[in-house]
């Protein structure tokens, strides 16, 4: 597993198309959650509310995924 330090570092290791819907998945969540925070949770971009987990989000070969947090 690599160890990225930023959501950004995580996005920019994929090609131009993923980084894309990456992105959208990052803003789209982003734009609902008052005060997000980012950080990398098990190796994989999460948002984060009031210092928990909110939702992780990534992507894969053949998907993109979309995990939700411990309890808020």
């Known amino acids: 597993m690599n160890s990225y330090k930023t959501i950004d570092e995580?996005?920019?290791?994929?090609?131009?198309?993923?980084?894309?819907?990456?992105?959208?998945?990052?803003?789209q969540i982003k734009s609902v959650v008052p005060s997000p925070g980012e950080k990398i949770a098990y190796g994989i971009p999460t948002i984060t509310h009031k210092g928990k987990n909110l939702v992780h989000f990534a992507a894969y070969d053949g998907h993109y995924a979309f995990y939700p947090g411990g309890e808020p």
Do not use: G, H, P, T
């Open 10 to 27: 995580y996005i920019s290791n994929f090609d131009a198309d993923k980084q894309a819907v990456l992105e959208e998945m990052r803003a």
